[in-house]
């Protein structure tokens, strides 16, 4: 008989979320397929896509913890991006061609209103160049043949929107402005829209040239782990975060054994708040992260059972 030179199968990686700092150049694809390779798992997702071009936080769902992306997708972000003003672009951000430029010469106090007015709950229309499907077809994938796409409104919140810095530069000959800004913003928020319509509103254009996402719900930029740093970890010694331990990043409610052993059989308790519209981490008393509730109602229904009932 020959021999098997097969290598050994690896264990997978527990379940749990594994915070990455996505590095430029890469999609959130390609950084979900190394973790796969490195987790010796096919079971690892992402909650919330970012662009190629942008760094920071990338969430990973490992194993059961995959359940939890749906819930962190709807999670507030912030970022901090370069806006280039005094250009557009068909993409909104400095992978596209440029469509338009305009030399920049605003009056005081001209950007500070614009970003005002950007502030608070706004309408926005989301870049042509995004995932958004119509009729079943990527938004991008239809500019990028050739079609004109006009994509609807819809309601976002800019809780902050804040200019860090300021420097002129020339692009082409053509005077144009680089503004720092950090933002606060409603899952679904396109911060290249917010670019795009800072520049409409100054008359001039605007584009993003730099993005990084520094804060997911409650993860932020300093618990994200470099994807190089991750390179030698074998599966059992990647730094995830239990799934127990995960039930912190969302409201949270400690059932009774009683209450616990309810929802572990997929039956309804008591809600703690009726009416509330975000989804609640049921915890037991033995601190295990039992399940996802929605508590819209009087009585609270599991979205997502972890823990199963105990005997």
């Known amino acids: 008989m020959g021999t098997d030179t097969r290598a050994p199968r690896r264990e ?31 079971k690892v997702g992402h909650a919330g896509t970012l662009d190629p071009m942008a760094t920071g936080v990338l969430v990973l769902g490992i194993g059961r913890a995959t359940k939890l992306l749906t819930f962190l997708v709807g999670c507030d972000k912030s970022y901090a991006a370069t806006i280039r003003l005094g250009a557009s672009t068909v993409t909104d951000d400095a992978e596209g061609e440029i469509t338009e430029a305009t030399p920049v010469d605003l009056q005081p106090g001209a950007l500070e209103a614009a970003v005002a007015g950007l502030t608070g709950e706004i309408q926005q229309v989301p870049s042509a160049v995004s995932a ?8 991008y994938a239809r ?17 902050r929107f804040e200019i860090r810095d300021r420097r002129s530069v020339e692009a082409d000959g053509i005077p144009m402005l680089d503004v720092d800004v950090e933002v606060d913003v409603s899952s679904g928020t396109y911060v290249r829209a917010l670019a795009r319509d800072l520049g409409a509103a100054l008359g001039v254009g605007g584009h993003l040239t730099a993005l990084r996402r520094t804060r997911v719900g409650a993860f932020t930029i300093d618990v994200a782990h470099p994807l190089s740093d991750l390179e030698t970890h074998g599966p059992g010694e990647l730094p995830i975060q239990p799934l127990d331990a995960t039930a912190q990043a969302f409201t949270r409610r400690t059932l009774t054994a009683d209450e616990a052993r309810a929802i572990g059989y997929g039956q309804r308790v008591p809600s703690a708040q009726p009416g509330r519209r975000e989804p609640v981490a049921a915890v037991g008393p033995d601190g295990r992260f039992v399940a996802m509730l929605d508590e819209s109602g009087p009585r609270a229904k599991p979205h997502v059972v972890f823990a199963p009932a105990a005997s």
């Open 12 to 42: 997978p990686a527990p379940d749990g979320l594994l915070i990455v700092d996505k590095p430029g150049g890469w999609t959130s694809h390609d950084v979900v397929a190394k973790v796969r390779y490195l987790a010796a798992t096919r």
């Open 132 to 139: 958004i499907k119509i009729d079943g077809v990527r938004s």
């Open 143 to 159: 500019v990028r043949g050739g079609e004109t796409v006009a994509l609807a409104a819809r309601p976002i919140t800019v809780s």
